[in-house]
């Protein structure tokens, strides 16, 4: 199969969708590499690194997307890119569609096989493709509320972990999966003062056995969320609801209990954020201002540590590439389940129920798409 990695588009993103290791075990399995020259750059890694494990390098997107059989990326296909997929031609990136009907018309209409890492499953219900960004977005989330919460960047002047005689920084996470914990690991090593809000027991048990009187553990109702947004300085979002659009829990009004300067950072802006207030923002232009309060709604936050984040990726990425090239979409598919709930958009069907009913498309099962 001949697999083609086009250079990202999407603004500040500097991940690329294989590495040359990635590139090389693809090769030394019997296919074909083809990437746009400069697409590694982001990552230290130059055409020459390419060529070196018998990569071919494409002079322009546009013989990307005309040549190869599969397109491996990172961020969602952009309008230009997704004017050039064809009819049975494979995507296997992140898609994100719920909160995009755009780009959910425009795979439709080009009648290719889009696979979707967020979406693709394991054997204990998770999600191992999504998995290593929402670990590298927690962190990130941490860093960048703190430098959001100093002054010059428009925040309260707080130093999270605050120093002897002085109170530290509140920290309030929403939501207690990947990204709330890998978050409440930062700010608990930076010394804020941490609340974790979640609604499942389970979760619940684990954050309070994990980090026990470093950081709260509470149950997540309206009138508990309420008062820790009031009293917080730094509010992230870590709410996920695989493949649908995010619950909006911080609503408009929430804003005026706020602190003048506290932070909001919603992690949760790929799938539309979880905050009323957020729309998605850029690397170039992370924060804005509404009601005194900054957010930061950075919709590809790994971009910005995109050498860890793109090795991170392409070692649970690679395994399922792997796979698509050497059996072909349909067998792959058919062979493994977990790959399967990936599918989004077949051939101009919709196969992930939640995009189908958020959308008003037709849902079609993956596995009858496919037969």
């Known amino acids: 199969m001949l697999i083609g990695v086009p250079k990202e588009i999407k603004n500040h993103e500097y991940r690329v969708g294989l590495t040359p290791e990635s590139a090389e ?3 030394a399995a019997g296919h074909k590499v083809l990437i746009e020259t400069g697409a590694g750059e982001g990552i230290g890694a130059e055409d020459d690194a390419y060529k070196a494990i018998g990569a071919q390098i494409a002079a322009t997107p546009a013989e990307i997307f ?13 309008a230009a890119e997704r004017a050039m997929l064809r009819e049975g031609q494979i995507l296997f990136t992140y898609l994100h569609l719920a909160p995009d009907p755009e780009q959910t018309r425009d ?60 109170q530290p920084g509140k920290v309030v996470i929403i939501g207690g999966g990947v990204v709330g914990f890998n978050a409440a690991q930062m700010a608990v090593g930076m010394h ?13 048990e684990r954050l309070e056995n994990h980090f ?3 950081a709260k553990v509470l149950y997540s109702t309206k009138a508990a969320l309420a008062e820790q947004v009031a009293a917080a300085d730094l509010v992230i979002g870590a709410v996920l609801v695989p493949g649908a659009a995010a619950p909006k829990l ?24 979880c905050f009323e207030t957020s729309h998605a923002t850029t690397h170039a232009e992370p924060t804005y201002v509404v ?3 900054v957010h930061y709604c950075v919709a590809n936050m790994p971009g910005g540590v995109a050498r860890t984040s793109t090795y991170a990726l392409n070692n649970v990425t690679l395994p399922h590439a792997l796979r698509l090239a050497n059996l072909g979409w349909q067998e792959a598919l058919k062979a493994d389940p977990h ?28 596995a009858t798409a496919i037969a």
């Open 192 to 204: 804020a003062d941490v609340t974790i809000l979640d609604r499942n027991p389970l979760a619940l």
């Open 250 to 273: 911080v609503s408009r009004d929430m804003l005026s209990t706020m602190k003048q300067g506290a932070v909001l950072v919603d992690v949760a802006i790929d799938q539309g954020g």
């Open 66 to 78: 005309e040549r190869a059989e599969m397109i491996v990326k990172v961020k969602e296909p952009q």
């Open 25 to 27: 075990e693809l090769v």
């Open 212 to 214: 026990e009187s470093s």
């Open 339 to 366: 790959l399967l709930n990936g599918l989004n958009v077949c051939k101009g069907q919709i196969t992930c129920k939640p995009v189908a009913e958020v959308q008003g498309h037709a849902y079609v099962p993956a």
């Open 291 to 293: 009601d005194g309060v």
């Open 107 to 166: 795979l439709i209409d080009s009648g290719a096989i889009c696979i979707a890492y967020e979406t693709v499953t394991d054997t204990t219900g998770g999600l191992p493709l999504l998995k290593p960004m929402s670990q590298v977005a927690g962190r990130m989330s941490v860093q960048a509320g703190a430098t959001a919460l100093e002054k010059a960047h428009g925040g309260r002047g707080v130093l999270l972990g605050g120093v002897p005689g002085v």
